[in-house]
């Protein structure tokens, strides 16, 4: 009998929160819509209220149930991660809006030390998230199969739907496909971090 040894953690969660966006996801929309297209991450006509928020996104009404039901899962994962047992506060967050073509580049959310995404709405065949393989070029020299979506490739997509959240390490670099629909693709993003106690 085989038996799997995870010698490193598992680095994106996701878990599914069973209550209703559909306020929040309208209050998302309005906040973004005077945004300028394409600013930092955001491409192909994505909008984003990152660093423009009247209020975080993680501060708002319709979002304080989700808050609450959000906190023990964050504090499993970084309990799964063996990280010290700090208390966890969300740095900031924000929205990202993508209709039709809009996309996101690359990047990361350091100097967090998770970052979460929230799937307000995610139509169907509106693109997923993709994370960048960190052992890609620990595996060069090994015969890989090169099969299409093998577990080496150098992108691994992670498919999600509205009420989906995922959790992963801020140092994780990451992008999102482009949305092939004519309906918004509605994310709000946050930065968490632990917090240690002044001397």
Avoid at 37 to 50: C, I, L
Wanted: net charge negative.
């Amino acid at each position: 009998m085989l038996t799997p040894i995870n010698t490193i953690p598992t680095l994106v969660w996701k878990a599914t929160y069973p209550g209703n966006f559909s306020s929040a996801c309208s209050r998302a929309i309005k906040e973004t819509v005077l945004m300028t297209e394409n600013a930092g991450s955001m491409r192909g006509g994505g909008k984003t209220n990152a660093n423009h928020n009247p209020l975080d996104p993680h501060m708002w009404e319709e979002l304080h149930d989700f808050m609450i039901w959000l906190q023990p899962i964050v504090n499993n994962v970084w309990k799964e991660w063996d990280m010290q047992e700090l208390p966890l506060e969300v740095m900031n967050s924000w929205t990202n809006i993508t209709n039709q073509n809009g996309y996101v580049v690359e990047h990361d959310h350091s100097p967090a030390h998770m970052a979460a995404s929230v799937y307000l709405n995610k139509p169907e065949d509106s693109g997923d998230i993709e994370f960048r393989n960190p052992l890609h070029s620990s595996w060069t020299y090994m015969p890989r199969s090169h099969t299409d979506f093998s577990r080496q490739d150098f992108w691994q997509s992670v498919q999600c739907n509205t009420n989906d959240v995922l959790l992963f390490p801020a140092w994780l670099s990451h992008r999102v496909q482009a949305n092939q629909v004519n309906e918004n693709r509605v994310v709000m993003s946050m930065n968490i971090v632990g917090i240690k106690n002044e001397i």
